[in-house]
């Protein structure tokens, strides 16, 4: 099994920064951490959950084309970590932000329970 569980959302301001972390943990994840991807989804109200950035074990990123050059996610293998650091974050950046691992050879997938930000003067 793997848990996921975030941190750090809240309410900040518009142009604001926010930094979320996810810790991974359970015996799967450590024996074949390796073989998984971890990223950043987020759901707005009402609106279906998208992807919003992944890392690789081997730090290769990609993101979302609404957050590039604002938001950067890294990952420490050694301490079973993922982050995302927001910045110049938008009212369009309110939603839920969920933590995922997807293991890329049975595509076993695992999601965290999610933190609130808001973005809001």
């Known amino acids: 099994q793997v848990q996921l569980v975030e941190s750090g959302g809240g309410l900040v301001q518009p142009g604001g920064s926010l930094t979320l972390s996810c810790a991974a943990s359970?015996?799967?994840?450590?024996?074949?951490?390796?073989?998984?991807?971890m990223g950043w989804y987020r759901q707005a109200p009402g609106k279906q959950r998208d992807l919003v950035a992944a890392?690789?074990?081997?730090?290769?990123?990609n993101y979302a084309d609404s957050v590039k050059g604002r938001f950067t996610i890294s990952r420490d293998n050694a301490k079973n970590t993922v982050s995302l650091q927001m910045n110049s974050l938008t009212p369009e950046d309110t939603a839920v932000y969920y933590c995922?691992?997807?293991?890329?050879?049975?595509?076993?997938?695992?999601w965290g329970q999610g933190t609130q930000v808001t973005v809001s003067s």
């Open positions: 995922n691992a997807l293991r890329a050879d049975s595509r076993a997938e695992y």
């Open positions: 359970g015996t799967i994840f450590s024996i074949v951490r390796s073989l998984f991807v």
């Open positions: 890392i690789t074990s081997g730090g290769s990123a």
